[in-house]
């Protein structure tokens, strides 16, 4: 049995709006967005990297990315770029595991550990509780965190329609879990999906939700820099 772990960067984070620094411009990726001393991106792979049961890491890059710092990479020797990136994500991911197993052979039963670029408080402790309480399970699981807030569904115009109940709600995160070869056909099926689990989902399967925390966020408005920059500094690592 073998963990592979798959990073798809292939896209521009545009809800990030135009945000720039002394050195990067608003077109920059926010994935290579400096965060901690290091690119955004870096602190993700590096968990990933040093988690003992992840055999490599596979980073899926646009075919024309000239912003990939290899130079901060140099450092992760489990690390793998692939430049077959698509226009979606569901497509990134497809196109990253007919790469992997291209270049690994039969990987179809070995489970693939999909987590988002943009995710960087990532730790080793987390990608290890995952792996242990997904374990042999065949539908794969995902960490995740139960809803705290009440939800509101909004009508045209910016009003309230409905208050949804939040009890059984989770907040999907990353890494997300599955077998090589059921992943791949899941996205064949469900291709147009923003993760993994629902294009399981859309096999008739019901992933297993493993609780996580919400210092695993994920960098989607400029704010959330500074909340990953706070948590990086502060929480115990891994």
Known sequence: MTYYALVPAAGSGSRMGALATQTLTPSTPK????????????????????TPAIANVFVVLAPDDTLWPAVDMAALPKLRVL???????????????????????????????????????????????????????????????????TLKRARDGGRVLETVLRENLWQAQT????????LLNALGIAPSVTDEASAIEALGLSPRLVAAD???LKVTYPLDLQLAEWVLQYRERP
């Open 214 to 216: 919400v210092g695993n």
């Open 83 to 149: 430049r077959c990136g698509g226009d979606t994500r569901a497509q990134s991911v497809a196109n990253g595991l007919r790469a992997m197993a291209a270049e690994l052979g039969d990987i179809d039963d070995d489970w693939i550990l999909v987590h988002d670029a943009a995710r960087p408080c990532l730790t080793v402790a987390l990608v290890e509780k995952l792996i242990a309480e997904v374990g042999e399970d065949d539908a794969g699981g995902l960490l995740a965190v139960p809803v705290a807030d």
């Open 31 to 50: 994935q290579y967005l400096p965060l901690a001393g290091q690119p955004m991106i870096w602190h993700a792979l590096a968990t990933l990297c040093a």
């Open 175 to 182: 890494p997300q879990m599955f077998r090589h070869r059921l």
